[in-house]
């Protein structure tokens, strides 16, 4: 028994050797040295491929860094040192990676740190869940390099003289090819900035501009202190109104059966009487903690900074005399989501209190906005900010709502896409029947109310060969700009405003961009007079104009769809469903 274990061992001590004998020699310092810039260089050299790069502009993103990683790795002679110096470069490379595996292009943007502060944790670890590969790979090439770099500090080996000189040399010269290369970006593209196509300085650059947002934000009760939309209604004082703004979460308008989404149509919603769906609408960011605010203010891409100045949709029905409500099927975030909300009379984040948890489906909302019925005051405002259609899907509606199964496939791959469809249109098809559940409430005798829904964007389902998932990304597709948008009008308000549903019906086909439209559609329908409102950002407005499309980039600059990435495809999608841009 004795000789077979010390067999056993003996085996397996050789079967280990060669394994032994490749961490020794990557232990080396001249091996180190070489593997950590290696290493360091890879979102480098991936991202010459995944971006439109110029050939000078692909040299000076992989020389310039390279060199002053070569210089900077000569700075002591055990490398470990410098791996370990090198911390925060290293992190950023492996963040890189796992973004590229998960969108497929683009450097980490400035939305990517703010979505790290202002996704709640439920929602984060879904995703993470499902970036299991990508994070896995990043372990394997990055934890073993800083593992070397602790055992090259404890242990007593260290890089020659002459071959940090040498190095030295090599890196002087590396560095002086991508200066040259990067004065050639300069001179040959007036376009061309550092700060914004030169990894890592790019990222660096877009972690400033997010610890300013951030500080921005954080002191929004300050800098909106004083503010007045100095509003007041214009509707006779004897009508009783209701008004109620949803804005819904990841739906995009090619799997509504209100655009022609055969699987999931309701008839119920479809043959609403005073419903009209707006179907050249887009959204003008693919991400929540931007387009949200948008809906609940007037700020809009074209004038985003405004946000941090004053205050939103809901305080300007406050001044005009309307009893306010939000509630969110949400958790808070500290964003303006929450700031705006907080500005209502009443405001509940049901999340917060549910037993269901984090899986609490939009139908929670319902019984909410009955207790806010009954009180029957004569102004009302209600705003639900839903749980929707985000991603995981099967999570958005409960299990007796799953018509189309199979549903529960959760991993983000191309081969799940018939289940996350699945799951995700069992979400729509939920959020429709929320609609009408809504409808009926608010439909009340002698109630003039009007219902205005729209979503913040849509998401990517491995719709194509480009195999995008999610949504969020730096540069964003036809599915996660083109969105719903409805406004329902009660018999009572028809008859109190004849002219508006001939007004929304002439409307429905103009071009309209959701996060500019909504306030101002939202003020109009109620008669809510204010120097802030812009009738012809309304749809209710036969006044509307149509405005050049814009996106709002990571930047918070306003940019056209051309400008913002869209590739050949997401530009023929837009003319197959009829949208402008």
């Not at 061992?9 to 593997?35: A, E, N, V, Y």
């Not at 491929?49 to 000076?60: K, N, V, W």
């Not at 990067?182 to 300085?201: F, T, V």
């Not at 958790?331 to 009379?345: K, T």
Request: a negative charge; one cysteine or more.
């Amino acid at each position: 028994m004795a000789s077979a274990v010390a067999d056993s061992l003996d085996s397996f001590s050789t079967s280990m050797k060669p394994f032994k004998q490749f961490c020794h020699w990557c232990l080396h310092p001249h091996h180190l040295f070489l593997i950590t810039l290696i290493v360091l260089l890879l979102p480098n050299v991936a991202l010459c491929f995944t971006e439109r790069m110029s050939i000078l502009a692909a040299l000076a993103n992989v020389l310039l860094p390279g060199g002053a990683y070569w210089l900077l790795l000569t700075l002591s002679r055990k490398p470990g040192r410098m791996v370990w110096g090198l911390f925060f470069f290293i992190f950023l490379a492996a963040f890189q990676l796992v973004l590229l595996y998960l969108f497929g292009r683009s450097i980490i943007a400035v939305d990517m740190f703010l979505n790290l502060v202002t996704t709640n944790p439920g929602e984060a670890m879904e995703l993470l869940d499902n970036m299991t590969p990508a994070i896995v790979g990043v372990v394997v090439v990055y934890v073993p390099v800083l593992t070397l770099g602790v055992m090259s500090i404890l242990g007593k080996e260290e890089a020659s003289s002459a071959f940090l000189v040498r190095q030295r040399k090599v890196g002087g010269i590396v560095l002086g090819a991508g200066v040259l290369a990067l004065a050639g970006c300069y001179l040959s593209d007036k376009d061309y900035r550092a700060e914004l196509q030169l990894y890592p300085a790019n990222v660096v650059y877009n972690m400033v501009l997010a610890g300013e947002r951030t500080y921005q934000t954080e002191h929004y009760a300050e800098t909106s202190r004083g503010f007045s939309f100095k509003a007041h209604a214009t509707h006779p004082r004897n009508w009783r109104e209701v008004y109620v703004l949803v804005i819904g979460e990841t739906a995009r308008s090619c799997e509504m059966g209100l655009y022609g989404y055969g699987r999931t149509v309701l008839p119920q919603l479809q043959h609403e009487d005073g419903l009209v769906a707006f179907t050249n609408v887009l959204s003008q960011s693919n991400t929540t903690h931007k387009s949200v605010p948008m809906l609940l203010s007037a700020a809009s891409a074209t004038d985003y900074d405004r946000i941090y100045k004053e205050k939103g949709l809901i305080e300007a029905f406050r001044e005009a005399g309307f009893h306010t409500t939000f509630l969110s099927n949400q958790l808070p975030n500290h964003s303006f989501i929450d700031f705006f909300g907080e500005e209502a009379d009443e405001w509940l984040f049901v999340k917060e209190t549910s037993a269901e948890g984090k899986n609490t489906p939009d139908g929670a909302l319902l019984p909410l906005v009955d207790k806010v019925l009954e009180r029957k005051r004569a102004k009302e405002l209600i705003v639900l900010h839903t749980y929707g259609s985000h991603f995981n899907y099967r999570d958005r509606y409960p299990r007796a709502a799953a018509r189309f199964r199979p549903d529960d496939a959760s991993e983000a791959k191309a081969s799940n896409r018939g289940q996350l469809v699945n799951a995700y249109d069992n979400s729509i098809l939920y959020t429709e029947n929320f609609l009408c559940g809504l409808i009926q409430r608010i439909n009340q005798p002698g109630v003039a109310s009007a219902m205005l829904y729209t979503s913040d964007h849509g998401e990517n389902i491995f719709d194509d060969a480009r195999g995008l998932f999610l949504h969020a990304s730096p540069i964003p597709s036809y599915y996660e700009l083109h969105v719903p948008f409805l406004v329902w009008l009660s018999d009572t308000y028809q008859a109190a405003c004849p002219s508006v549903l001939p007004t929304l019906r002439a409307n429905r086909k103009e071009p309209v961009a959701s996060n500019a439209s909504t306030f101002h559609t939202m003020l109009s329908l109620a008669g809510i007079a204010t120097p802030y409102r812009a009738d012809t950002l309304s749809v209710a407005s036969d006044r509307l104009h149509s405005a050049p499309r814009s996106y709002l980039n990571d930047h918070n600059q306003a940019v056209s769809l051309e400008r913002a990435g869209l590739g050949v495809e997401d530009f023929l999608l837009l003319r197959q469903h009829s949208v402008t841009y």
